[in-house]
């Protein structure tokens, strides 16, 4: 069976005498110009003018940090789904009811893509994208952040953390209910119960 192909006419590119002249494309441009000179200029003098981010942005990923202690359950997914292998952990058991912690938490960010792979993957919102985009680092050794440089209170990141609870999903809790308590070794739902939330709903 022959492929047909169907070609354009010789007349597709031919320009008309008007479209030669090239006027239209420069009027209009003109006109774009000359409306933009009484709008009010959007440009920030940075970095004397902080920038205003939305809690959409995705910075620089930090620990979520909750009653002192790291909410993350050295589950390993965000290791696992990182495309540049930026994040290197070791878990390490615990007495805490979640059994285990991460006794070595780090992240390459000359590595890291900002993608924010870490942060959808994970199970108890324990590693969040910050609005931090500001900072500097000399040398390769600097570039590697400890746990301890990674850990953020939750008070401030509690945008970014509102933000993916809105946005995350939209339909959860609507077709299906849970109790909380049946999920208590979760860092997550133990805090969501000292807030009074029993049901997800």
């Known amino acids: ?68 202690k790291e909410r993350c359950v050295a589950c390993g997914l965000c290791a696992r789904v990182c495309p540049p292998f930026a994040i290197h952990m070791q878990a390490a058991e615990t007495d805490d009811p979640k059994e285990r912690y991460p006794a070595i938490f780090e992240i390459n960010m000359l590595r890291c893509i900002y993608c924010g792979l870490c942060e959808d ?25 400890t746990k301890e440089k990674l850990l953020v209170d939750k008070k401030d990141l509690e ?9 995350r999903n939209t339909q959860f809790g609507k077709r299906f209910r849970f109790r909380v ?8 739902a133990r805090s969501m119960m000292k807030e009074g939330e029993e049901v997800v709903s």
């Not at 933009?36 to 003018?49: A, D, S």
């Not at 049946?182 to 860092?187: E, L, Q, T």
């Open 121 to 145: 993957v994970c199970p108890e919102e324990a590693i969040v994208m910050s609005p931090e985009y500001d900072f500097v680092f000399r040398t390769r050794e600097e570039a590697i952040y």
């Open 159 to 167: 945008h970014r953390l509102r933000w993916l609870k809105k946005m």
């Open 1 to 68: 069976m022959a492929i047909q192909i169907r070609t354009a006419s010789p007349d597709e590119r031919r320009l008309t005498w008007w479209d030669r002249l090239y006027l239209p494309a420069v009027f209009s441009g003109l006109a774009y110009t000359f409306r933009r000179l009484f709008m009010k200029p959007f440009t920030v003098q940075y970095p004397e003018e902080p920038i205003e981010l939305g809690p959409e942005f995705r910075g620089r990923p930090v620990l979520v940090a909750e009653n002192g």
């Open 181 to 188: 308590a049946n999920n208590i070794h979760s860092v997550k």
